[in-house]
DNA sequence: TTTGTTATGTTATAATATAACATTATGACT
DNA sequence: AGTCATAATGTTATATTATAACATAACAAA
């Protein structure tokens, strides 16, 4: 459920804790399996996993701990292999790394390209996404004036959600 | 030499190479001396050292270059020492973090409390320093409709700078 | 079915950061 | 000045996050 207010920016309301969440990864594999086939970019099995774990939660997760997740599995599973997967995803759009936690988040809008930000909990850890245009156009109007091309860009808003309060 | 543009951004200029640096350092530490004394915080030798090597340049430098710095000057030195201050500093909002790079800036406004926001050239690491007041009436805006209580941001903007285009 | 390419496995290590406890310096109070 | 509590720094060890480098396996196109 997404919402526009009257800065313009989109957002989704932090994830109900009644929502379907089954059907909501469901749905992300099958956005990422075709947004991967339209382009060529092979989806393959490892990728998947590791895709589902980081869609698993609405909660940024750290590469150790799909590694752990891995390694209790039974699968024998390195470092570079979980980071491979993500670079993937990240390359492809489908999830968001959070510079400020070292985490991982899978992408609520993956077939618009766009940059991610975020707001995320502090305590509950949940996060969810906004996509401001007007945020947007301020740092198009800096860059210009400073002559400055952007290539991309981190923002994070960490504080207290509503249902932590 | 800060500006304010249409969008109510109010930035510095990327430091220019015939800026007189030393003096810069010198109002910077002036500045934060008076800020600490005025606060009853103390402004000590090591962390005052600390500030030096971070307001060296106005690239963002990383603590084990700060330290490594340290131990050429022939002191002994350990991580904790060194992180120590930049969180001393950091709380003093006399440096800003940078998430993204894993790395620490002096800030340029340390007078008024606020929210640091940069533009980074990822070629030659010069950073400049925003305060857009568009910026943070929109997260503001988004906040009030979530609910959520912002503690503080991370807004980071990469690309190429002027001078290195 | 070869063959070049892409993906994954494997080992080692780099880079960043903190925990835990010991020691030293400082400032406030007598 | 001397005591004391507190804050700052020193020290050792280790946690956490990420990547380099090279080996093997899977895939896709011809």
Do not use: W
């Amino acid at each position: 459920m997404s919402f526009t207010d009257a800065e313009n920016t989109t957002f989704d309301a932090f994830p109900k804790p009644t929502h379907d969440h089954s059907q909501c990864v469901k749905d992300a594999l099958a956005k990422a399996l075709a947004i991967c086939q339209g382009r060529g970019a092979r989806f393959t099995e490892l990728r998947k996993q590791v895709f589902e774990l980081v869609c698993a939660s609405h909660k940024p997760i750290g590469a150790y701990d799909i590694l752990d997740t891995f390694q209790k599995r039974g699968r024998k599973t390195a470092p570079p292999t979980i980071y491979r997967a993500l670079d993937f995803l990240l390359e492809q759009g489908l999830i968001h790394r959070i510079a400020s936690l070292n985490a991982y988040i899978g992408c609520d809008f993956p077939q618009e390209p766009h940059r991610g930000q975020f707001v995320i909990c502090k305590l509950c850890g949940e996060a969810t996404e906004l996509v401001s245009h007007t945020i947007e156009k301020c740092i198009a109007s800096a860059a210009e004036k400073l002559d400055f091309q952007v290539q991309s860009r981190v923002i994070e808003i960490l504080g207290i959600c509503s249902a932590c309060q």
